[in-house]
């Protein structure tokens, strides 16, 4: 696949030079390995010897190192009642500040169900009580509000040092 008359060579000991792309061939069949194209746009194209099959297996196992290292942050969901009771409340909130801790986010909502809707200020007073418990280790990612018979709030943990 390499068209250029002329390589520079880089051999695996890390010896380089200019050669045809012959005697460049030649020299990898020797060493029973293969030319590999690295810089095709230098004057001249820059080939290297070496394990072809080799290199691709290194390079895709790298990738998948990477990846495992990605954290991939998650929303997790808390749920309260307008008259949730002050250890159901600090059981949760305890759960809420084990998922931040883990670098996850958390969105805190009341649920309103029937007539409960008319309690609105007791949603709003939990979830102030919810952010000002875990103000430590998080911070305001939205603000508390209504949305249909739900009042949410979204919490965000704090960089990691």
Known sequence: MIDAPQVRVVDP???HGVYSLE??????????????EIAPHANPPVCKIMDYGKYLYEKSKKERESRKKQHQ??????RFRPRTDTHDFEFKTKHAREFLLSGHK???YVQFRGRDIIYKNQGMD???RLVEALNEVSKIDQEPRMEGRRMTAILAPLKQK
């Open 13 to 15: 000991k890390g010896k």
């Open 23 to 36: 005697k460049a061939l030649y020299m990898a069949e020797s060493q029973n390995l293969d030319l590999v």
């Open 73 to 78: 942050t998650q929303l997790k969901e808390i």
């Open 106 to 108: 958390v969105r805190a």
């Open 126 to 128: 939990i979830l102030a």
